[in-house]
C-alpha cells in the first residue's frame, strides 16, 4: 500500500455495488481491483464493468496478494466468517453492519484482532458520518444543553424485503439506533427491553411490528426507539435527545417547499438508500484515510460488539416480556 488502498468487494447486491461506484468515483484513495459473489454472474458483471478482478470465493478474494483491504456487503450470516478470514490474512477489512449474527460472534472477531495487535476492522454504521447527527454529537459533549438525560427515536421504513422476520427488526433495522444512541450519549445500555404495542395492518407478512425498543445506560439515561418495519408513511428517521437545559433534534434532510393550493408542503424521502448517501461518502473517505495511516478511527469492533450485545438483550427480552441486562466483558485497551 503506498498512496492507494486495494479494495475486494464481496457482495455485489446493493449496496455493494453502491460502494463500489462511491470507491471508484468518489474516493481517491481506493481502486477496486477485485469482487465476489454467490451469485457469480452478479460479480463477473461489476468485474467486467468496473475491470476488477473475479473470484469465485470471498474466502479466496481474502488471500488474494493484490488485496490490501476487504469490504463485506454480503448477507449478514456472512459477515462474521468473512471478517475472521481477514484477520487471518492481517487485513484491513470494513464490514457493513451488523458485525455478527450474534455477541459472541463478535467475541471472536476481538479475540482475533487482539492478536493482530491494532485495529483492523470498521463497522458500516454510517450514520455517525451523517453531518445531523455529528453536529448533535458536538452540541451534546460542547456541555451547553447541561447532561443529556434520555432519547426519543423512530426509525420508520415504507417496506422490507421479502422473507423478514421479526428479529430482523433489532438486528437489521434498530442495529443503527443501537449504535447511535450510546455513541451520542457517551454511555453503555445497562438494560434492554422491547415492548408490545398494537400492530399495524399494512404488515406484509408474520413479523411483528411496529416494536418499541426501550434501554437503560449505566448512568440512567432512557432511551425509546420506535421500530415501524413496514408500512410507514415514509422512510423517517427521527431522534431527540432531552438535555438538562434543552432539547436536540436531527435535522429531517434539505427538501425544497411548496406554497400552492392553499397548503405548504415538502417531500418526505421513502428510499432509505438517499437518506445517508452523503454519510457513506464520507465514511468511505474517511476510512481510505485511515488505512493509508495504518490508524483506523472509525466505528470498531468493539462497536460492533456493542450493538450485538444490546441487539440480543433486546430480542430476549421479547421471549421473558421483562428487562433483560445488557451484560458486556470489560472492554479491551485497544478500543479505548
Ligand atoms: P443484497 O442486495 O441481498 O446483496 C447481498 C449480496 O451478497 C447478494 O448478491 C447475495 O447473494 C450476496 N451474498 C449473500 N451471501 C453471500 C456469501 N456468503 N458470500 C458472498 N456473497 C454473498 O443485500 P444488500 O441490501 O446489498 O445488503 C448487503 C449487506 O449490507 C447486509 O448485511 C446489509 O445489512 C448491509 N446494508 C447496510 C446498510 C447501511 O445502512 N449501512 C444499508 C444496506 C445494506 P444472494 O442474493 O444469493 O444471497
Given at each position: 500500500m503506498e498512496n492507494k488502498v486495494r479494495v475486494g468487494v464481496i457482495g455485489c447486491g446493493a449496496i455493494g455495488r453502491d460502494h463500489i461506484r462511491r470507491l471508484t468515483?468518489?474516493?481517491?484513495?481506493?481502486?477496486?481491483?477485485a469482487v465476489a459473489d454467490f451469485i457469480p454472474e452478479a460479480a463477473q458483471k461489476v468485474a467486467g464493468q468496473y475491470g476488477a478482478k473475479f473470484y469465485a470465493t470471498g474466502e479466496e478474494l481474502i488471500a488474494?496478494?493484490?488485496?490490501?483491504a476487504v469490504l463485506i456487503t454480503s448477507a449478514d450470516p456472512s459477515h462474521a466468517g468473512y471478517v475472521l478470514e481477514c484477520l487471518k490474512h492481517n487485513k484491513y477489512v470494513f464490514c457493513e453492519k451488523?458485525?455478527?449474527?450474534t455477541a459472541s460472534d463478535c467475541e471472536k472477531i476481538m479475540q482475533a484482532e487482539l492478536a493482530c495487535g491494532k485495529r483492523l476492522v470498521q463497522v458500516g454504521?454510517?450514520?455517525?458520518?451523517d453531518r445531523g447527527y455529528a453536529a448533535m454529537k458536538e452540541l451534546i459533549a460542547g456541555g451547553r444543553l447541561g447532561d443529556p438525560l434520555m432519547i426519543h427515536a423512530a426509525h420508520r421504513n415504507v417496506s422490507q424485503a421479502?422473507?423478514?422476520?421479526?428479529?430482523y427488526a433489532i438486528t437489521r433495522v434498530a442495529i443503527h439506533e443501537l449504535d447511535i444512541s450510546r455513541w451520542l450519549l457517551g454511555d453503555e445500555y445497562a438494560t434492554a427491553q422491547v415492548l408490545a404495542v398494537r400492530q399495524s395492518k399494512a404488515t406484509k407478512g408474520e413479523w411483528l411490528n411496529p416494536q418499541v425498543v426501550m434501554l437503560t445506560t449505566k448512568s440512567g439515561q432512557r432511551i425509546d426507539i420506535e421500530v415501524q418495519t413496514d408500512g410507514a408513511y415514509a422512510y423517517d428517521i427521527q431522534c431527540q435527545v432531552v438535555c438538562e437545559n434543552g432539547t436536540v433534534n436531527l435535522p429531517d434532510p434539505a427538501a425544497v417547499v411548496t406554497r400552492a393550493d392553499a397548503k405548504y408542503s415538502f417531500d418526505i424521502l421513502?428510499?432509505?438508500?438517499?437518506?445517508f448517501i452523503e454519510a457513506y461518502d464520507i465514511e468511505f473517505q474517511q476510512w481510505a484515510k485511515a488505512v493509508l495511516a495504518d490508524h483506523l478511527t472509525g466505528p470498531s469492533t468493539w462497536d460492533g460488539y456493542a450493538a450485538c450485545v444490546a441487539a440480543d438483550a433486546v430480542m430476549l427480552s421479547r421471549k421473558t416480556g421483562k428487562p433483560e441486562n445488557v451484560n458486556m466483558i470489560d472492554k479491551p485497551a485497544l478500543y479505548a
Open positions: 468515483g468518489l474516493v481517491p484513495e481506493t481502486d477496486v481491483v488474494a496478494p493484490e488485496v490490501d451488523p458485525l455478527a449474527q454504521f454510517m450514520r455517525r458520518y421479502p422473507g423478514f422476520e421479526t428479529d421513502t428510499d432509505w438508500s438517499q437518506r
